[in-house]
């Protein structure tokens, strides 16, 4: 235990218990969203990573079944219709082609790890047991993803879609962080929940991202192309 940690309800003001409980929808949403669009895309995968994606649609839903179980254990509640209701709202953008399904692996996926990571001393002691199980899994299936992105845009096969591609899951990538700035961003931050703001595991992101994007002959967009706030420190070369 370190100073700062809630084990309990009891110990949580209404706020903090509203953004744990929030913390924990969002991510058993983000969970399950990975899990359905990667278990969508099968049908484009090749034999070759055929494999390596039932491995990892596995992953994303046992993630979905450790976040469900912690918010059952909290609440009481199955966090099942919550979620539901969230998929139906903000459908999960499938991909519709192998090149694309690799684009979201790669872009989607990085930006929900690299999400998580802000999570990782969290304050609310059974978040953070979670969080750290999810980000270490998570590191193990990424540079995969990469890696396909990279040589399929290299192959000169997919120069017509590729950069518009980018663009679209970049976006989606960017918009797991929520909102830069926000009143929530601050509270969670003041209580350790996370550790910096939106905007700046933003730009953690793009760095990561910054040598496959180049790699792959990509380039960053205009920002204002990508219709999102941001911050404006982002380093786009
Ligand atoms: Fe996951
Ligand atoms: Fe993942």
């Not at 591609?165 to 009143?183: A, E, M, N, V, Y």
């Amino acid at each position: 235990m370190r100073s700062g940690d809630v084990l309990r309800e009891e110990e949580m003001s209404p706020e903090y218990r509203r953004m744990v409980v929030q913390m924990m929808e969002s991510q058993a949403y983000r969970e399950l969203a990975a899990a359905h669009m990667f278990g969508y895309g099968l049908r484009f995968v090749p034999d070759k990573w055929m494999k390596f994606m039932v491995w990892h649609i596995q992953e994303e839903t046992e993630h979905y079944q450790a976040v469900s179980k912690m918010y059952r254990d909290f609440t009481k509640e199955e966090v099942e219709p919550r979620v539901r209701e969230r998929l139906a709202d903000k459908p999960v953008p499938f991909a519709e082609s192998w090149f694309e399904l690799a684009m979201a692996q790669f872009l989607y996926d990085r930006g929900g790890f690299w999400q998580l990571k802000e999570y990782e001393e969290c304050s609310f002691v059974p978040y953070r047991g979670v969080i750290q199980k999810i980000v270490k899994e998570e590191a193990g299936h990424q540079d995969l993803g990469e890696k396909i992105v990279v040589e399929l845009c290299r192959s000169g096969d997919h120069e017509d879609v590729k950069q518009a591609l980018f663009q679209k899951w970049l976006r989606i990538g960017l918009l797991s962080f929520g909102r830069p700035g926000t009143p929530g961003n601050r509270f969670a931050i003041e209580h350790g929940l996370k550790k910096r703001d939106s905007g700046e595991c933003m730009k953690d992101f793009i760095e990561d991202i910054r040598p496959s994007v180049r790699d792959a002959g990509l380039r960053f967009p205009r920002p204002a192309s990508l219709k999102m706030e941001l911050p404006d420190d982002i380093d786009w070369s």
